[in-house]
């Protein structure tokens, strides 16, 4: 259904009318997902460049706002906001509400994560070492901030920052602040990288994003999961993670690839330490020799004698897995969308031929609800 005929009125669904298409300008898109989509954004006056993510909130394509999505759109925000700026998580500048839509204003990064990763011909243990580093600065910094971010996955990694080489953590749609006393409930995440206490649905805190980061090193070193069932599903994933069956091999698949450096594996299997009280803790992790000078050396022997990982071939392989989990986008709701974003930016495609290149960076958006 087009929005030509649509009754939606800016600030009519929750009285608030902050007239963004008076402070912004809209480009071209970067992503889209069930619910939204992130454009390419500049801030009037300033000149701020960023991205925008925009999140419908209306029921069924009407003029009023669904209680849920505006509680989890809330949610979103609020948890972003509570985790401030990192070096290592994109950040969030601001936070708008124009009737029934919410816009994310947010730093805007150069490529996603897996992109990076297959530009790199043939890297060097240091290489992806010092991106895992990264990426547990950014998830630490959530932890220190109290906030479980519940879905660590490649797809939710961007490189950005002044060279464009700076790992970050983005999308905090599942992510929760963790409460004074017990656990948080609930199941969350996608499901090649939920923990067993997750999927269980046994209660979950922080651990569940080291087991998630595990699965996601796993993915990118071995080019499979840690559980691979017959059936690429969600059910039955879920039932391999649970059952513990087919155990991890902790090997390149099918001997396709060299294996990784032996303190590399350990890393890896740490994390994937299925009791989440015996799994490695954030602040024990960051200190593992493996990001120390002492395990630089190490694994600077294994580089030195030709060992390269190939990493082109690893994430080819590793996306064609991802593919099975991805959630597919009803293009009918996107076209309805982007007439809506139409008609209230004034702008009639919204779309700048010069930044065809970097509609690449999708992953910012993909997996969001």
């Known amino acids: 259904m087009g929005c030509g005929g649509s009754k939606y009125k800016p600030g009519s669904a929750s009285g608030q009318k902050c007239d963004v298409h008076g402070q912004f300008k809209l480009g071209g898109k970067l992503g889209e997902g069930s619910f939204g989509q992130v454009r390419v954004a500049t801030k009037k006056g300033t000149g701020q460049s960023g991205a925008m993510k925009i999140i419908d909130m209306r029921l069924n394509m009407s003029d009023k706002i669904d209680p849920k999505y505006h509680a989890l759109v809330k949610a979103e925000a609020d948890c972003w906001s509570t985790v401030g700026a990192h070096r290592n998580c994109v950040e969030l500048y601001e936070t708008l509400y124009d009737g029934a839509l919410c816009f994310l204003f947010m730093e805007r990064c150069r490529s996603s994560l897996m992109d990076k990763l297959e530009s790199m011909i043939s890297a060097k243990h240091a290489d992806l070492i010092d991106l895992f580093y990264q990426m547990l600065l950014g998830i630490g910094h959530c932890h220190s901030r109290k906030v479980v971010h519940r879905d660590i996955k490649p797809d939710n990694f961007l490189c950005g920052g002044d060279d464009g080489k700076t790992v970050k953590l983005c999308d905090f749609s599942l992510a929760a602040v963790m409460p004074a006393k017990g656990k948080l409930t609930g199941v969350y995440g996608t499901a090649p990288f939920m923990s067993p206490e997750m999927v269980g649905n046994s209660g979950h805190d922080f651990s569940t994003d080291i087991w998630s980061f595990g699965a996601t090193a796993y993915l990118l070193v071995y080019a499979e999961f840690p559980y691979m069932p017959e059936e690429m599903t969600v059910t039955c994933m879920n039932e391999a993670i649970v059952a513990d069956s087919p155990k991890p091999r902790y090997s390149p ?111 910012e958006f993909m997996h969001t609800r």
């Open 253 to 363: 698949s099918g001997n396709a690839f060299q294996p990784p450096a032996l303190i590399l594996t350990q890393v890896i299997r740490s994390c994937l330490t299925r009791q989440a009280k015996l799994r490695v803790g954030m602040d024990d992790l960051l200190k593992n020799d493996l990001f120390t000078e002492k395990g630089a050396k190490r694994v600077a022997g294994v580089d030195k004698f030709g060992h390269r990982l190939e990493m082109q071939r690893v994430i080819r392989k590793a996306r064609m897995h991802m593919m099975d989990f991805k959630r597919k986008v009803d293009p009918t709701i996107q076209q309805d969308f982007d007439e809506l974003l139409e008609l209230l930016f004034e702008a009639p495609k919204m779309h700048c031929p010069d930044e065809e290149e970097d509609e690449e960076d999708d992953s």
